[in-house]
């Protein structure tokens, strides 16, 4: 792929580091304020990330895996989350080579629809199954997922970023 003028060449994502931001977000996740409605998911943020920069590495079995461990915690319909998760993941490594061409905040812009559809779809189920309607403040989770992609891309990628190295006579 061609890198966009100005960009930096990423050094490869470790292993270990994707798996280290996939539990902390899990652990998030966990924590009692994720039932609170309005509550950004950072978990779906987080695999969404990963989703776009690193298509091969975090897929699809990962994304139901952990949508079904947020089920069992959540004590929801089992599949909710992992159905949300799996789409938002196969969108997400869909559109991956041309989202990468966009800066955080057109990022966050263009992944802003997949997040709403996300928080619906999961909606959609708990009321398909007999839940209440939790009200309004649902829509805040979506659009403060866009807000933190920008921070989210700037936090996830810092370990990839290439020092600078003044050295005239290497091309990159």
Known sequence: MIMPRGE?????????????????????????TGSWVGMPDM????????GVHQPRRVGLVWAFALGLSMDVQHTALLGQHALAY?????VAQHNSRRLL??????QAVQMLPLFVMAHGLQLLTRLVAGDMFPGLWLALAPLLEGLLWPLAVALLLAPQRRAPVSDDERPL
């Not at 978990?43 to 990963?50: D, P, Q, T």
């Not at 799996?86 to 196969?90: A, H, I, K, S």
Request: proline share 7%; glycine share 2%; net charge neutral.
């Open 8 to 32: 930096q060449l990423l050094l490869p994502a470790s292993p270990w580091f994707i798996a280290l931001s996939i539990l902390c977000a899990l652990l998030l996740n966990l924590l009692p």
């Open 86 to 90: 799996v789409l938002v993941m196969y």
């Open 101 to 106: 061409w966009f800066s955080g905040w057109y």
């Open 43 to 50: 978990l779906l943020l987080v695999l969404a990330f990963w």
